[in-house]
């Protein structure tokens, strides 16, 4: 998929995803705070652009919202620090990591891979992109989720567990980041269950609104 940036084209490489990394979503699904960041990835076949309609996913019954604050990486790196995180920053937006909680559980129980309850087709659905800036404090992005008008997450990205220029550093120090890559920065409580034909509205005052729908 071909990310578009103000007038620049980004092709979509990795979609790295951080679990765990707003302390009142790891209260409500009844975990603990991981000492380091959790990290899963899905393909970017998974990506959904604003506007499109959302198939109901058939091999799970619980699917469920979890709004995020997503990075673009547009200045490849290894190793990166965390001093000089921000400037392998092309931009920022918000997304949806669509999750089958019911199938994840399970997979929890057996300790298998989350895959088939993650990394599914259209479980990436992506806002449009903001060119980062010096004007966007990446301690300080506000964003909700609303489903039908009715608020159901709200969030800042001050409140992660492990922030942003933190997750770089983490995960270049493993992969080398590529132009391209996204970065899925974990969910606020407040995730919940979605239904048939049910509106989806991403919102923050510094990223825009972006919406989806269920059919
Ligand atoms: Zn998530």
């Not at 979503?25 to 899905?42: I, T, Y």
């Not at 506007?51 to 699917?63: F, K, Q, S, W, Y």
């Not at 060119?131 to 159901?152: E, H, K, M, W």
Request: proline share 7%; hydrophobic share 40%; net charge negative.
């Amino acid at each position: 998929m071909t990310l578009q940036l103000g007038a620049q084209n980004y092709s979509a490489q990795r979609i790295f995803c951080i679990g765990k990394n707003y302390a009142e979503h790891v209260k409500e699904l009844g975990g603990r705070a991981p000492g380091q960041p959790v990290v899963f990835m899905k393909p970017a076949t998974c990506l959904v652009s604003p506007g499109e309609t959302i198939r109901m996913p058939a091999h799970g019954n619980n699917l469920h919202h979890e709004a995020e604050v997503v990075v673009l990486i547009g200045t490849p790196g290894k190793d990166i620090a965390e001093s000089d995180a921000a400037s392998h920053i092309a931009g920022l937006t918000l997304g949806l990591d669509l999750t089958l909680r019911d199938v994840q559980s399970d997979l929890k129980k057996k300790g298998w891979p989350w895959e088939i309850s993650k990394a599914f087709d259209q479980s990436a659905p992506l806002g449009t992109l903001t060119p980062y800036g010096d004007t966007l404090p990446l301690d300080n992005i506000p964003f909700q989720c609303s489903v039908n008008g009715a608020v159901r997450q709200t969030g800042n990205s001050g409140e992660m567990l492990f922030a942003i220029p933190y997750l770089i550093h983490f995960l270049s120090g493993i992969w080398e980041l590529k132009e391209g890559d996204l970065i899925f920065t974990g969910t606020p409580s407040g995730v919940g269950p979605l239904e048939m034909r049910d509106r989806v509205t991403l919102h923050s005052d510094l990223l825009g609104t972006f919406e989806w729908t269920l059919a």
